[in-house]
């Protein structure tokens, strides 16, 4: 076995189930919101739009807190990407992940204290958490006060735009919440990185 | 050089774009009326006016009562443009000051005119008259509330075709309950009551602001089965429609009546339900582009065989 690591502090776990918490309440508000009806009972909806503001301006507290605190503890260092030679690392990887890992070979880049993450979760936390997540908060701060919205962009009404890339990156989002959190289950045993992320400790 | 120039020009366009509105036609031949009201707009086109006292032999100028000063290029762009002011009122007006008894003149009703005539059969003038006749401004208050209340004579003009853009239909739409509902001296013209504060009542609403410009009063005030443009009928406030999903759904109310027109016209070019409201407003629920629909769920699908394969091949090994 391995060396134990504490690589998930304190702060990061507060920040990571609240997070989660949230984020997956806006998924089920958002998603009852596109698909609001009369026939089928969905969330009412100006519930949902209440808890889908609420959330969504806690949301975007708590990744304020996320990034300072990335900075402020040097986390921060994890998400820093080597781009040489980074094709090849994401290409192994994934062929660990596709066919590697049936055939019982052990993982190309395993964890220790200077990397926390493999290339290819690296890559996908860079984008989610530094592309995906601020512009979700961006497009839907505009559409809270929408008054700061141009009216109309190339013949294209404004809201309509920044709505479409609201629901675009949160479609994106969620497509990520169910690979990470399936990716996730390949720790063995499987509940291994689960109890990881609330332990604080890498066994 | 040039690129950055014509980036900043479509820019500049594009951000420019609602205040071009359109340039209205109507000035381009002088309305038959027009010299005889000049006369009339001397002194009812302004706050002040002055006229020639004989007794005193002096011209004097005074102010003019506020409730009967009208602009006249407002005039000029509604639909009774044509008319000269002594069509309608009094040709005793003519003279100053205007003889007392003209005050009692019995004014005409839209139906006097407008009643039966065939060139406005589209326009149904009488079941306009019924409706009215059944709304709550009616019933509580029976002829002092009657068409002109909201059909100002000396200003109307229609906005009713696809010509206009939702938003000029809305703000003009709304201008028009405004003029009582936001104004207390208007409103109490008819009612002793206190007029409520409308973002009160409305407080339901998220966003007060935004709904009150992108949909018309009369969308949520008015029976949502009749499929009128302009429904007369204002229902009692119990029955105004509350339900954020009549809207906010794919068979929103909307497009039976606020985007009828324009639904109408872009099905008859692209058949293409969703494009009317996709350019005009963001309405959640009711929009949803088709195309993003598949896509989104062609990934989700493409996610979770993936995931599935995955699981298969971990669980054999
Ligand atoms: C609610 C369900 C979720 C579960 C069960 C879950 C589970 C986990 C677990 C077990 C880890 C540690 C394993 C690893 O380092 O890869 C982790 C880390 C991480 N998760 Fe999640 N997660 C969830 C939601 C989310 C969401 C919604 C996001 C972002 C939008 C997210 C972003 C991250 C990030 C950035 C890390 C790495 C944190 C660090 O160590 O710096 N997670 N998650």
């Known amino acids: 076995m391995a060396e134990r690591l504490y690589l998930y502090p304190i702060w990061l776990r507060i920040w990571h189930g609240i997070n989660g918490i949230l984020i997956v309440i806006l998924i089920i508000t958002g998603l009852s919101l596109q698909y609001s009806s009369n026939e089928y009972i969905r969330i009412r909806f100006d519930l949902a739009v209440s808890l889908h503001n609420i959330s969504g301006i806690l949301l975007s507290f708590n990744y304020v807190f996320f990034v300072i605190g990335n900075f402020v503890t040097g986390n921060i260092r994890f998400y820093i990407l080597e781009w040489k030679g980074l094709a090849d690392r994401i290409f192994k990887q994934s062929l660990y992940y596709i066919s590697g890992m049936f055939k019982g070979e052990s993982t190309p880049f395993p964890v220790n204290k200077d990397r926390k993450f493999n290339p290819l979760q690296k890559v996908s936390y860079i984008i989610s958490m530094y592309v995906f997540v601020p512009l979700v908060i961006i497009s839907g701060l505009a559409l809270l006060f929408p008054e700061f919205i141009i009216h109309r962009v190339l013949g294209f009404s404004g809201i309509q735009l920044t709505a479409l890339l609201h629901s675009a990156t949160g479609f994106l989002i969620s497509v990520f919440l169910i690979i990470h959190i399936y990716i996730c289950t390949t720790g063995k045993p499987v509940s291994k990185n ?10 | 050089m040039i690129r950055y120039f014509l980036i900043y020009f479509l820019l ?30 001397q002194c009812h086109g302004q706050k002040f006016y ?61 139906l006097d005119c407008h009643g039966g005539d065939p060139t406005y059969a589209k326009f149904r003038f009488e079941v306009l008259d019924e409706e009215f006749h059944k709304s709550v401004h009616s019933t509580r208050h029976s002829e002092d509330f009657n068409c002109w209340m909201c059909h100002d004579p000396h200003s109307y003009k229609r906005m009713t075709s696809g010509e206009f853009k939702i938003s000029e239909i809305v703000s003009y739409h709304n201008a ?11 409103f109490q013209r008819i009612s002793d009551d206190i007029k409520p504060e409308l973002k009160e009542i409305h407080d339901f609403l998220p966003n007060f602001e935004l709904h009150f410009s992108a949909v018309r009063c009369i969308e949520c005030h008015t029976s949502k089965l009749d499929t009128m443009w302009v429904n007369h009928n204002i229902l009692p ?51 949803r582009n088709e195309y993003l629909n598949i896509i989104s769920f062609i990934i989700f699908g493409l996610t979770f065989v993936g995931i599935l394969v995955h699981i298969i091949l971990r669980l054999m090994k």
Not at chain 2, 79 to 86: D, L
Not at chain 2, 176 to 186: F, G, I, R, V
Not at chain 2, 241 to 258: D, F, K, P, Q
Request: proline fraction near 4%.
């Open chain 1, 194 to 203: 689960f109890k990881s992320m609330w332990t604080g400790w890498h066994e």
């Open chain 2, 12 to 41: 500049a366009m594009a951000i420019n774009a609602p205040c071009s509105v359109v340039a209205d036609s109507a000035e381009v031949e002088l309305p038959s009326g027009f010299e005889d009201n000049k006369r009339c707009f």
């Open chain 2, 50 to 110: 002055s006229f020639e006292n004989e007794n005193s032999g002096r011209t004097e100028r005074k102010a003019m009562n506020p409730n009967f000063v009208y602009n006249s290029q407002d005039f000029y762009k509604g639909v009774h443009r044509n008319f000269a002011c002594t069509d309608c009122h009094s040709p005793d007006y003519t003279t100053f000051p205007h003889p007392s008894e003209l005050r009692l003149e019995a004014m005409y009703t839209c």
């Open chain 2, 176 to 186: 028009t309950c405004m003029e009582c509902h936001a104004n207390s001296y208007n």
């Open chain 2, 237 to 287: 406030k119990e029955q105004a429609v509350r339900n954020c999903v009549e809207c906010h759904s794919t068979n929103t109310i909307l497009m039976a009546s606020l985007y009828k027109y324009q639904n109408l016209e872009a099905r008859k070019e692209r058949g293409f339900l969703n494009s009317v409201i996709l350019n005009e407003a963001y309405v959640i629920g009711a929009n």
